[in-house]
């Protein structure tokens, strides 16, 4: 827990495992940060008043539906789509030879136009190479005519062998793409683990395994969707999507048809999830852009659940050789790790860089003198490797799976290892191996602070009794550090607008929009504080590219961080302005005038004072009456650029399990996270979070799985098959916090994807040590009752 104690003129936030203080900056600065505000969002979404993509209705619309392989490779040898273009109602059925040759330019802004992207068409051409690969588009009235013609749509395959397969897939003779050879996508090396290979070799302790993590998928709850509609007498785009960043999408759709951005306007309302896989547009997106010109309506196409588990990506599916040397007394002497990760047939983005990421973030928070790496992106005849929160996410596995093993072999204590090994305040900033650089985290005070949440030496005590009666129990941790606010290309700035209106209300423009991180909450709390109004006074629109600033949306844990730059270095605009009519008004002093509760006073002087309202109508009305030097209107625009590049933030994961070794049932008991995500802009927010993406790292783990037959045939398409934690199977989450300003206004950090990053390792490193006594090693994803069994067989030693 966070305890909050009085020191000096501020409250600060105290980590009481160090006793400290472990902010420099009070803890809550205005009035409403800091504080549980409820969710401005939420009376609409949970009274069924959102308005996701599927309840936009436009004159005149049609609706799509894809016909998609149903194999993993093969070449397309002829199609037919007659019998399904005489059905009343059915408007068009296209094939690659109608879309793809419309496509000007396909590059996505995040990653820039010069990177040496992987094939994307919008329709399979020539050859499918995924089931699932979308072969033609059908347009219909509805939804239901348009999968009735889709059955009736004729493809002829001719069989190729698919590459199922990424692990042999370089040396398997086949290609997923032909001019890739040996089905390599991509490679990206840091220092070569050669040149450490003395270190591995002289090191008294040396723990190497090869760690494999499954394919699994981000589930949102609202799949994805689109609606475009063209205007032939303007020649304009109008399209509401399902995104995370809808400047991304009108960038994309303004490349991909040759149109001047202020043709193509992108309108996001609520997003049902998003977790990485609607940031950029998919090519199914591409489809129904390059449609909706050659049709006399509005056309909708929404993703099925099925589709979305067969088509829409997956991600994790990887595996790494990772080794990390100690000397005699448990310190690191060097990690290094050979990374090879799957992106399928057609990733999205070009996968290369956050493989780099990978090796880059894999000496964590802890004191690594040297480090070496090679990342390796690899083709095979499955679904496109797709962002998921923490894409680089396999680095702490692999690192902390390790560490266990080493303490186990070691004789030592897995905390004990920790302690000896993570960063220290005191050595702060400091540079990992691979170029790094880390400030502003505290990862041994996370560290400490969840396991005095535990109880730590109780449980072992626990444990210990508990083995003697015959059941198992298990903590493991996982301590990471993770980057937010990557201040580059798309993500370089962040803009905001506020309008003071003539009746002293605020409305606060921002690019991203609801996506399920209540980034809407978030700006109303910033904005009521930076200009002194009340929070019922503020009100935010968000997502309509036609009104709202430039902005990367929400990726990469950057909204509440970027965004509070963005309304920071608006507001202090509007506020001198405010300020300065209020003190002319009042006959004071600027430095006098106090802003609250949307009016202005003057300091010391009782009832001397103007609301926002009278200043806003002096502002609009009677310029006159203005001081001199202040404009009209009450209305400003800023842009907020980050000092650093990046911002980090840290934290700590413990859980405790229960695994039954005869049936391989894995039962969480406690489970707890320590952040650092610096100054809370609201609690509330920040747990759920990081609640959310604990529960499907939980997922990941134990769950989900997005499989393959050897034929490249996907097993897991419905809900009855890739399953999902409930909660029934997930316990309370229970939440530290440990305050550590970053640089910037607020001194805000991001906390997006952190609970998915630490939570596959510490259930599995929890698992491990409930099955130490058995003498087995996890170093395979996911833990099911059937592989918890089997790796109890395989045990050596007896329990």
Known sequence: MRVI??????????????????????????????????????????????????DVVRPGM????????????????AIDASEALA??????????????????????????????DTPRPPLAEHEVRFVGDPVALVVADDRYLAEDAAELVAVDYDPLPPVVDYTTAPESGELVHGEYPRNIAGEMPGRSPDELARIFDEAPLTVRETIYQQA???????????????????GEMAIWAATQSPHEVRLFCSRLLGLDEHRVRVVMRDTGGGFGQKVMPMREDMCVMLAAPKLPGALKWIEDRRENLLAAGMSRHEHGDARIAFDGEGAILAAAIDYVQDVGAYPVPWPAGTAMAAGMFFPGPYRVPEAAFTTTCVFSNTSGRTAYRGPWQFESVARELLLDNAARRMGMDPVELRRRNLLRRDELPYTNPNGMPYSDITPLETFEQALKMLDYEAFRQEQEQARAEGRYLGVGTCTYVEPTTSAMGLHATEGATIRIEPSGKVNVY????????????????????????????????????????????????????????AVTETASV????????????????AEDIELSRSKASVRGVPGSEVTLAE???????????????????????????????????????????????????????????????GPMINPSVVEGQIAGGTVQGIGGVLYEHLAYDADGNPVTTTFMDYLVPTSAEVPVIEHGHVETPA???????????GGAIGAPPAVANAVADALAPFGVEVTRLPLTPQAVADLVRSGTVAP
């Open 510 to 565: 921002v690019s991203g929009g609801s996506s399920g991180n209540s980034i809407e909450t978030t700006v109303v709390q910033l904005a009521a504080d930076a200009l002194g109004v009340d929070i019922g006074d503020v009100h935010t629109i968000q997502g309509d590219t036609a009104i709202t600033p430039f902005g990367g949306g929400a990726a990469g844990s950057r909204s509440g961080s970027m965004n509070a730059g």
């Open 62 to 77: 049609l609706h799509g539906c894809f016909v998609r392989s149903p194999l993993a490779r093969a070449r397309i040898t």
């Open 615 to 677: 200043i806003a109508s002096m502002a609009y009305f009677q310029p006159e009456a203005l001081p001199p030097g202040v404009p009209a209107g009450l209305e400003a625009s800023g842009r907020y650029r980050p000092e650093h590049p990046i911002i980090w933030a840290n934290a700590t994961h413990v859980c405790t399990c229960e695994v039954d070794v005869v049936t391989g049932a894995v039962s969480l008991l406690r489970y707890i996270v320590s952040e650092d995500c």
């Open 216 to 234: 699994y998928a981000q589930v949102p709850m609202e799949t994805r969707g689109i609606v475009a509609e063209w205007s032939a007498s303007t």
């Open 87 to 116: 059905m009343d109602g059915v408007h068009a059925v296209f094939v690659a030879e109608d879309l793809n040759p419309g496509v000007r330019e396909q590059w996505y802004t995040l990653m820039g136009r010069d990177v040496p």
């Open 5 to 54: 104690e009085r020191q000096g003129d501020g409250w600060y936030g105290i980590d009481r495992t160090r006793g400290a203080p472990v902010s420099a900056v009070p803890a809550a600065a205005g009035r409403y940060a800091g504080a549980r505000v409820p969710r401005v969002e939420d009376p609409r979404l949970l009274t069924g008043h959102g308005m996701f993509v599927d």
């Open 574 to 589: 509007l506020r001198d302005r405010i300020v300065a009519i209020a003190a002319h008004h009042l006959e004071a002093a």
């Open 743 to 753: 640089p910037g206004p607020g001194g805000y950090k991001g906390v997006g994807e």
